[in-house]
């Protein structure tokens, strides 16, 4: 096991950490919260886990979907690839926990967006005879499927109000807070949100610009609504900021 990240690096669990880190990491993840230790063993001995270095391709638009991924470390942004000229849209950003390609084991079409890490990322994979069998056998599994479907379609019916409501710096504001409330649910005071995207890919989450986004970051850090401290966002009033995006 190698000691840097590279783009495509996929390892058997059983053979590396084995399955005890792994089961920690699944306990995040929404589809296996209520999961109890032998079930989380045995699908800790199902996965395999792929690094990839930042900007390191998951998977592209139009490829066959055959796993589901879990964020294990890192971060990764589920793109929809724009013509030429225009800049992404960018329908999600993901942590440690969330999980991503389950709508083409559904319904078995190609993959609809590309997912890209945003940072030097692990993920947990999880292959189709995998993820067959435990939504024949675990109704636990099945019911946080379903969650997380009626949770995507909940999220992008916010996503079609905001661009349909509010103006750029508003969109800009209410993505700020639903990222920080995902990253830290039980803080409202100097929240600190990891940052790594650049003003394209900002621009891409909200539908703007990048000369735009620049100079609407440039605002929200004049009034004191937000500052950068590297690559962290650090957030004084996360009411404060939601009310900039009410106005």
């Given at each position: 096991?190698?000691?840097?990240?590279?783009?495509?690096?996929?390892?058997?669990?059983?053979?590396?950490?084995?399955?005890e880190?792994?089961?920690?990491?699944?306990?995040?993840?929404?589809?296996?919260?209520?999961?109890?230790?032998?079930?989380?063993?045995?699908?800790?001995?199902?996965l395999?886990?792929?690094?990839?270095?930042?900007?390191?391709?998951?998977?592209?638009?139009?490829d066959?979907?055959?796993?589901?991924?879990?964020?294990?470390?890192?971060?990764?942004?589920?793109?929809?690839?724009?013509?030429?000229?225009?800049?992404?849209?960018?329908?999600?950003?993901?942590?440690?926990?969330?999980f991503?390609?389950?709508?083409?084991l559904?319904?078995?079409?190609?993959?609809?967006?590309?997912?890209?890490?945003?940072?030097?990322?692990?993920?947990?994979?999880?292959?189709?005879?995998?993820?067959?069998?435990?939504?024949?056998?675990?109704?636990?599994?099945?019911?946080?499927?379903?969650?997380?479907?009626?949770?995507?379609?909940?999220?992008?019916?916010?996503?079609?109000?905001?661009?349909?409501?509010?103006?750029?710096?508003?969109?800009?504001?209410?993505?700020?807070?639903?990222?920080?409330?995902?990253?830290?649910?039980?803080?409202?005071?100097?929240?600190?949100?990891?940052?790594?995207?650049?003003?394209?890919?900002?621009?891409?989450?909200?539908?703007?610009?990048?000369p735009?986004?620049?100079?609407?970051?440039?605002?929200?850090?004049?009034?004191?609504?937000?500052?950068?401290?590297?690559?962290?966002?650090?957030?004084?009033?996360l009411?404060?900021?939601a009310?900039?995006?009410?106005?």
């Open positions: 096991m190698g000691s840097g990240w590279w783009e495509g690096s996929m390892e058997p669990l059983t053979r590396t950490l084995g399955t880190p792994v089961t920690e990491a699944l306990r995040q993840c929404s589809l296996f919260a209520h999961a109890d230790g032998p079930t989380l063993e045995t699908v800790a001995r199902t395999r886990r792929r690094r990839f270095k930042r900007n390191g391709v998951i998977f592209h638009q139009g066959p979907g055959d796993s589901l991924f879990i964020v294990e470390s890192g971060r990764v942004k589920v793109v929809v690839l724009s013509s030429e000229g225009a800049e992404d849209a960018i329908i999600a950003t993901l942590g440690p926990g969330m991503f390609g389950e709508l083409a559904l319904d078995g079409a190609a993959h609809s967006a590309s997912a890209i890490a945003v940072e030097p990322s692990e993920t947990l994979i999880l292959d189709r005879e995998s993820f067959d069998r435990l939504m024949d056998s675990q109704p636990g599994f099945r019911r946080a499927i379903l969650a997380a479907l009626a949770m995507e379609l909940r999220r992008l019916t916010a996503h079609v109000e905001e661009l349909q409501f509010l103006d750029l710096l508003g969109r800009l504001a209410m993505r700020i807070v639903r990222m920080a409330e995902e990253a830290e649910p039980d803080t409202r005071r100097d929240v600190r949100l990891a940052w790594p995207f650049n003003q394209s890919e900002v621009a891409g989450m909200i539908g703007g610009a990048r735009s986004i620049n100079r609407l970051l440039q605002g929200l850090i004049a009034d004191g609504l937000i500052r950068f401290e590297g690559e962290v966002l650090v957030i004084p009033d009411d404060a900021l009310l900039t995006a009410s106005r």
